[in-house]
Structures are given as C-alpha cells and as structure tokens.
C-alpha cells in the first residue's frame, strides 16, 4: 500500500536529516514511514503510491481554502510571471497589509517576514527594545517556532526560569525566559510578583495548537491583558496558527487586544511567509524607524503577497466564513456523537475551523492534562484512519484543521471512517 513512500523515505534518508525537513514528518510519533505526498487537489491528497485521502493537515493550518484553490494558483503564477523577488518595494506588500488590518484592527504598524517562528522572534525584539527589559514568560506546551530563548522547558518551580528543551541551546538563552503553565493565571501572577520590573513580554498562543488543541478558560486571557497592562510589559498573541480560523478572529471571539501580534500560514495561501504588527508606538521601534534591527532578502516576497491576497478575499466573504464554520461543527458534532456510543475515553476540542480528538475523557486544558492521554491507543487509531482514506497529522498533539473544500461527504466519510478506525484500534 505504501511501497513506493517507503522506498523514497530510505533515499531521501541519505540526503536528509531523517529524511524529512521538519520533525513531524518522520513519523516518529506514531511509527512507520511517513507519506509522500504527489499532489492535492480540495479536500484531498494524493500520496506517491495513488491512495487518495481526506486531508485535515492542510499543511498544519494554510490551505484553508483547499488545495490548488483555482483563485489562489492564478494570483501566484501571475505574479510569478512579473518576477518573483526584487529586493525593493512592491504594491503587493501594502496591499495585503491593508487587508490584514481589516481582519485585524490592532495592528497599526506591521512588518512581513518568513515564517512564524521570524515573527514571533521580531515581535519579542520589538517588545524588548520598546521596554528595555529582557525576560519573556511564555507558556508550556505553547510553540513559537525555533528561536533559541523559546526552545525551554518549565523549571521544577511554579514560575521558575526555564531549561533549555533543545540540545544546542546554551543554559544562558534559557535564563531569561520564564515558563508556565497554560491556564494557570495564578503562574503569572507569582512570576509577575519575582520578576515583574525585568518581563518584557508575555508570548502565548491564545488558543493554544501544538500540544493539541488548548481552549483558553474564561478570564485567562483578560487577565494576561490586565497583568501586562500593569506591570508595563508588552502582551504578543501568536496567532500563526489560528489565525482566520475563528469568526471575527480571536481577538474578537475573546476580546481581548494584544500589543503585538504574529500571524503566518494562512497569510501566505500556502507560501513562506510570517507578519508581526501591533501598536505604533511599539513597531516604530523597529529599523529603519527605531533601533530594533531585522531584515530579511525575501521578506514580502511578491508572489506569497499575491497568494495570500487572494485567500483574504476570499475569506472576507461572509457566506465562505460562515460555510466554513458550519461545515467544521457539522463534523466535530458529529465525532462528539459518535464518542457517545463507543465504550472509549475520548473527547473533542474545537473553534471555528480547527479541532482535536483526544484520546482522554475530558477534553485537557494544559499541557500536563494534554500528555496524559493514550499514546499507544492513538497510535494504532492514526493508521487504522490512514487505512481507511482519512490523513491526519502523524501526533497526537497537533491541531486539526478544516477548508472551504471540505463537502459534507467528505464529512460523511470521516466519521464512518473515525468509528470504524476506533473500533479496529480497540
């Protein structure tokens, strides 16, 4: 079934570290081979061996209009057709900001970078040159991309400094990031009390989606808002993940307004690219205005611009949105549904257009909780899903995510394939 993937993955591991260019595609969490993937189309994927499956990876989190969207192809190739990269200006860079702003009101100023992790690595330089302080509190099991001083693991204490969770990563980069559990406000608060004249910044993924899906509980995230507020420090909403994802944003969903705030993925149709924005008076810091220097050769990269223009288009479409969101509790109703009748522990996290199945009674809301879940069972569970034409991510602490592309069948087929996977993985 899966010949030709496995005979490419031993090639590719002569060239490649593990074979594959990002850890999660090693297939390490759930054992076996990863899949090569020839083509996508939709809601679908085609693996080099020409099994089609449903896709609710989507690239962990991009497509959300599907793959090879028809609009999003023709805006990069005619971009691509004038050049793909200039080093200089182009119209294409104002124009998807100003889009952005629509969805995004708070942020005023904004710079477009690479990826998520050199946002989320812009947005705290900003906050510490802004402050002139050098501490970060960030949140276990919360990801902001490779960036040293986050790649660190929660001390032995409730608000202790942090060790480094990467080898490479000297004791010293850890020192001055703080980390905490997710939910816990009582956390910040201590850490606050030690440490609140040196925090520069609180870093957090509101809806927190690589450690599975985390919903924040209610007055977590005003009191981050009112905490920050207090002590001077700069509050920075990672929202490469789940942004556009949920109707009127997190930020309205919930709220609550950040100084600064990271976004990527969906921004890009499906190319590199990452933006940090925020207050004004917080981005002018940055070069060439202020001091804070960061640069990058492909930064605002035009055919990335163009692809992501044509995404927010299309998403600031009301009846596209609301049929997106319609389509994604259709299906997560129906897993709940299903879980009712199977003498199985699991529950299912989910907003807007995102979800996951945990394989644990209560849905978890930290990372601790997340970890307690069973492994093994998920496990067996992921390639009793792949078997029946269902691709998911190869862990069992990834988001899941939903596209325009999306047809109830393809719903339909989900959870007739998600019983079935259940009960094969018992």
Sequence with gaps: MFKKSEELFEEACSLLVGGVNSPVRAFKGVGGSPLFMSSGSASHIVDEDGNTYIDYVMSYGPMVL??????????????????SSFGSPTVRETELARL???????????????????????????????????????????????ADYLLVKAGSGAATLGHPDSAGVPDSFAQNTIVVPYNDIKAVEHAFAEHGAEIAAVIVEPIAGNI???????????????????????????????????????????????DLTCLGKVIGGGFPVGLYGGKREIMSCVAPEGPVYQAGTLSGNPVAMAAGQAVLEELKKEETANELFARTEALTEGLREKIKGLDVPLSVNSLGSMFTVFFRDKPPVNAEEAKQADLERFKKYYHAMLKNGVYMAPSAFETAFMSTAHSYDDIDKTLAAFEKAIKESG
């Design 66 to 83: 599907g793959h090879a969207h028809p609009v999003v192809t023709e805006a990069a190739i005619n971009a691509l057709r004038h050049g």
């Design 100 to 146: 952005v702003q629509q969805f995004y009101p708070s942020l005023e100023k904004m710079r477009f970078v690479n990826s998520g992790t050199e946002a989320c690595m812009g947005a705290i330089r900003a906050a510490r040159g802004h402050t002139g302080r050098d501490k970060v509190l960030k949140f276990e099991g919360c990801y902001h991309g490779g």
């Design 212 to 258: 599975g899906m985390l919903l924040p509980e209610p007055g977590f995230l005003d009191a981050l808002r009112n905490l920050t507020t207090h002590h001077d420090s700069v509050l920075i909403f990672d929202e490469v993940l789940v942004g556009f994802r949920v109707k009127d944003g997190v930020q309205g969903h919930y709220g609550v307004k950040p």
